[in-house]
């Protein structure tokens, strides 16, 4: 009797601790949406993230944009042409307000962008991407990237 109580706990354990969408903390739940919005190119939705004080900063590019019109143009202007864009989270986890995403970006899209004219271009770009949230007014304040431009190189140079 004990040994069949004690089998049944252990085959149901992994169906007890598997999470649920709102068991994840508030702030990555909030930051999943963010990186939806994102990749969705929902700009309507993507605005009520940004205020005048946010800033996105691609650290590895070296490029910093502030404010709600200019990280939506960056936005916009780097996402036109594009077929397919998600970013695949394999990890997060969060410290208070700042939530850190490690994964990577798929991106399907015109090869012009890449000096690689009249062709379609795909690339999986590793990155961690880090958004530190204002989670009372629905903002972001800041969100970095550093992405494996080397990797996209090396996949550039193959196609």
Do not use: C, W
Request: glycine fraction near 6%; avoid cysteine; aromatic fraction near 12%.
């Amino acid at each position: 009797m004990i040994k069949y109580f004690l089998t049944s706990i252990l085959v149901l354990m992994p169906l007890i601790t598997q999470a649920k969408p709102g068991d994840m903390p508030v702030e990555q739940q909030m930051a999943v949406k963010y990186i939806q919005a994102l990749t969705d190119h929902d700009y309507r939705t993507l605005s009520t993230f940004y205020n005048r004080d946010s800033v996105f900063f691609d650290r590895t590019a070296s490029k910093k944009y502030q404010g709600r019109r200019d990280i939506l143009e960056f936005f916009e202007r780097a996402h036109r042409g594009v077929l397919e864009y998600d970013f695949n989270i394999e990890h997060m986890y969060n410290a208070g307000s700042l939530v850190v995403m490690i994964g990577n970006y798929h991106y399907r899209g015109p090869g012009s962008l890449f000096g690689k004219p009249g062709k379609v271009i795909e690339l999986a770009i590793p990155g961690v991407t880090t958004v530190k949230l204002d989670v009372t007014n629905h903002r972001v304040t800041a969100h970095e990237d550093l992405m494996d431009y080397q990797t996209m190189q090396d996949q550039l140079a193959t196609q």
